[in-house]
């Protein structure tokens, strides 16, 4: 107690000596906010199995919240239909299967008022690539940018050299043709911008875009799967806009991790979407370059998370919140029957506010069951549970002090080996700091990963799926089961941007 209260009164002295303008400015200033309160008894499975250890470091999440002044977002008026990203048209006579173009675009977030903005073939975001399991395609970058980037397909089991990892810059104005093969289950993947230094700026900017592995088994059939007709691709991002409603990096850039005060879904601000079937699949994808979201429907009612990063769960799991870390994806189905004709429900952060607007279209009464594909698979074998540690993993720091195992990133540097193939179990530790460290989200390339256990504890079922991405909370110890199908250099690092542009990022070398 008294360390939380010591912690408590250097936080309020950062904050009041802080030159951070946000601080003046929002009315929402996250040690004002009696909402932010509620955080900590949070419905979620995973907190509640978390109550009975009486971890010291359980009320260290408000922390990480005020320092960066993390405040609610703005709700959505439910002003415009939400946008649902093109489908990436094949290229019929060419090559190469797919071309990608980075580009310089405009947004017109607010009435008449243009936004400089990043984008994939277009100005904001980019096309929603589908690739079905066991194809190989080949990819054709184009840089149109003014500045290096390269493009990193989130969660691909590919070899180094296709990763798009930071040592894969395409200058502006050059090209470059990769080679994906979705060898992998089905699942919802995404792709983004990886220049060291300025993959934050160029995320915030608008680069990003779903990936997604189709399998057309038969038992993948039994979910909702027309594409913007029941089954949405959601990409949750938030923003701050400066005074010439632009997107200024340089000014909002906060090195524990920019955050906005609007909220972005798809691109779109003010989002409603309207469904005309009572059963739809939501594919979210936490884009954002920082903040964490909780998300909850706003009646109370409960949906069935049915797939993690990289795969679907051992079977669906009955869900009343659910969080994600930046880059972390889910998948989810939520049924609309019981709702009434022109009622509104709606996505809701933690606090309550509405993010995404969901109004019913349909007039019919049907109800749909919700189907349950229960697999006979078992997620973690005995043997499995006991393999020992062979890599450990101390992520540690804060701003721009960040480090893995006591360093920063060195595109010279091999940090780890591991064998093509061979199993090996990852300790990651979140080692707190003197005013109780923060949550950090940690991302491997290359390798879809178990979650084998979160200090010593069996991890929920919704975490029971492959994952590329896991939280890891001031403190805790995960315990990840991780093979690498493919050889090459791939990073591991932190998935807030600032901290992964600061040097939170090492690579390891799969031989
Ligand atoms: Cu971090």
Redesign the pocket.
């Known amino acids: 107690m008294m360390k939380r209260m010591i912690g408590f009164l250097m936080l309020l002295v950062l904050l009041v000596g802080c030159a951070n303008p946000l601080v003046e400015e929002r009315p929402y200033n996250g040690m004002m906010n009696p909402r932010m309160e509620n955080r900590n008894s949070m419905m979620n499975p995973r907190t509640e199995n978390r109550n009975g250890m009486m971890n010291p470091q359980d009320g260290n999440r408000n922390t990480h919240m005020t320092l960066n002044n993390v405040g609610p977002l703005e709700a959505s008026k439910g002003l415009n239909a939400l946008k649902i990203p093109e489908v990436l048209e094949k290229a019929t006579d060419s090559e190469y299967d797919y071309e990608i173009t980075a580009q310089i675009g405009s947004t017109e977030f607010f009435e008449g008022i243009q936004t400089e903005t990043f984008g994939y073939n277009g100005d904001l975001l980019g096309p929603t690539v589908r690739l079905r399991k066991g194809e190989t395609v080949q990819v054709k970058i184009n840089n149109e940018l003014d500045v290096p980037t390269t493009v990193h397909w989130h969660g691909l089991e590919i070899p180094g050299d296709a990763d798009g990892g930071p040592s894969h810059l395409i200058s502006p104005g050059e090209s470059k043709v990769v080679t994906l093969k979705a060898n992998q289950p089905s699942a919802t993947l995404w792709y983004h911008p990886h220049p060291h230094g300025n993959t934050g700026e160029q995320v915030y900017k608008g680069l990003g875009g779903m990936l997604y592995i189709d399998d057309s088994d038969a038992d993948e059939a039994i979910y909702p799967n027309e594409y913007g007709i029941n089954d949405f691709p959601l990409i949750f991002q938030d923003r701050q806009y400066d005074e010439n409603s632009q997107l200024n990096y340089n000014q909002v850039m906060n090195f524990?991790?920019t955050i906005g005060n609007i909220s972005l879904v798809n691109g779109t601000i003010d989002p409603v979407l309207t469904v005309d079937e009572p059963l739809i699949r939501l594919r979210m994808l936490n884009a954002s370059n920082a903040r964490e979201y909780t998300f909850r429907l706003s009646n109370g009612a409960t949906f069935k998370q049915i797939a993690s990063d990289g795969s679907r769960l051992i079977q669906p799991v009955e869900m009343k919140e659910i969080i994600l870390t930046p880059s972390e994806r889910v998948e989810v189905l939520v049924d609309l029957s019981e709702v009434d004709l022109n009622e509104t429900v709606a996505i809701t952060d933690e606090f309550g506010n509405t993010l995404l607007p969901i109004e019913r279209a349909f007039n019919s009464q049907e109800t749909k069951e919700i189907p349950e594909m229960v697999s006979e698979e078992i997620f973690l074998s005995e043997e499995e549970k006991q393999l020992p540690v062979t890599k450990e993993i101390e992520?540690f720091?804060r701003m721009n002090m960040?480090t893995i195992n006591g360093r920063k990133f060195d595109p010279n540097r091999i940090d780890l080996r591991q064998e093509q193939g061979v199993t090996e179990v990852w300790e990651i530790y979140n080692r707190p700091d003197m005013m109780g460290g923060?949550?950090?989200?940690?991302h491997i390339h290359g390798t879809q990963f178990k979650v084998i256990s979160r200090d010593g504890i069996e991890v929920s079922p919704n975490e029971q799926g492959l994952k590329d991405s896991v939280l890891v909370e001031s403190g805790e110890r995960v315990k990840l089961l991780v093979s690498f199908p493919e050889k090459g250099v791939f990073p591991f690092h932190?998935?807030?941007l600032?901290?992964?542009d600061n040097g939170?990022m090492g690579l390891i070398e799969v031989y």
């Open positions: 524990d991790g992520l720091g960040v923060m949550t950090h989200p940690f932190c998935h807030i600032e901290h992964e939170m």
